[in-house]
C-alpha cells in the first residue's frame, strides 16, 4: 500500500493505492485539487502561487487521502513523490513533505518521475502488459515514449516547440475563450467549419516523431488578425480548422510510431497508450482509435482524471518501482528537468 503525493504544476494531489502480488492496482483514494481559480485571472500557472498553494493545501490533501481509504498513515509500505520534471518549488513542497513522513514513520522513500507516473497508469487501469508505445500529450510535453518496462524507457520523438496542450491554450488566448484552454476550444469547434482554413501541418511530410505546433499557433494568430474584428462563427471556425490540424498530425505521426513499433518489435502486439490532458479531447480520441484501427493496434486510454496530473499516478509507479526493490535515499535531489529515457531511471540491469 502506497501513499503518492503530485505537487509539480498546477494540482496539490495525494492518493492511496494497493498493488497486490500478482500486480494488481486498486485505488483506495485519489483526491485532487487544482489551483484553476488561483491562476486564473494570470492566464496560465504563475510558478511561485503554485508552490504557496501546495504548502497551504498539501497536508489537508494528504488526510484526505488516507481518510477516505479508510485507512491511517502508518498503514502505509512507502511514500511516494514526484521529485520531477516540474516547476521546482512544487515538487520541493511535495517531495519534502514525503521525506519527513517516510522518516518520521520509518516507510520506504520513492522519487517517482512524473512522466513515469503517466507511463504506467495504464498498467493500473487497464492491466495494460510491457511493451507498448506510450503517447503523452499534455500542458507541459508532447511526446512518443516506448515503454519496455518499469523504469525502461525510449523517447521517439516529441515537440521540438511547443506542446500539444499548450497550443490549445494559446489559441484558446488568443481567441478568448479563456484558461484552460483545450476544453474550450473543442467546445467552440463544435460550431465550426473544420475546412474554412487550411492551417499548415508542421513536419507532417517527414519521417520522424517529432511533432512542431508553434507555427500553427502562428498561422492561426494571423488569420485572426487578418479577419479583426471576429464574429462568433469566425472563431468557430478558427477552432475548428485548428483542431482539424491538430488531429490529423496526430493520427499520422501516431500511424508512423506504430509502423515503426511493428518493424523493430515484431513479436509485441502493438499497443498505444494515450496520458495526458489532451486525451480528453474527442476528435483526437476518434482520429487514434482510427489510427490504431488501421494499424491493427489496440488503443488504450485510461479514464481521463487519470491522463491528468493526479497522485494515483505517483502512488502507482511508486507501487511498481518498490516491487522491484526501489528504495531512495533521504537526500534525493528534486529536479525540475528529467527525461524518461534517462540510465538512471532503471532499476537493475535485469528490470523488465
Ligand atoms: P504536464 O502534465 O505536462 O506537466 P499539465 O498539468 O498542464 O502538464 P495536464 O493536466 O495533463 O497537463 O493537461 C492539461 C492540458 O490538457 C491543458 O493544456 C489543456 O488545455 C489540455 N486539455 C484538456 N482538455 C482538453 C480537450 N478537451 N482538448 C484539448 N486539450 C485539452
Ligand atoms: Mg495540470
Ligand atoms: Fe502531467
Redesign the pocket.
Known sequence: MILGIET????TAAAVVVRDQSGRGTIRSNVVRSQLDEHAAFGGVVPELAARAHVEWLDHIIAQAVDEAGIALADVDAIAATAGP?LIGGVLVGLTTAKALAASLDKTLIAVN?LEG?ALTARLTNGVQFPYLMLLV????SQFVLVRGVGHYERWGGTIDD????A??KVAKLLSLGH????A??QTAKSGDPRRFKFPRPLLREQRLDFSFSGLKTAVRLQAEALAPLTDQDVADIAASFQAAVTEIVATRSRQALARFRAELPDAAPQLVVA???A???A?AEALKAATDEMGATLVVPPIAL???NGAMVAWAGAERLALGADDRLDVAARPRWPLDTPDMRIAEDAT
Do not use: M, Q
Open positions: 509539480s504544476c498546477d494540482e516540474g512524473h503517466h499534455s500542458g507541459g510535453h506542446a500539444l496542450g499548450e490549445f491554450d484552460p484552454g483545450g476544453p476550444v473543442e495526458g490532458g489532451v480528453a479531447n474527442r483526437i491522463c491528468t496530473d
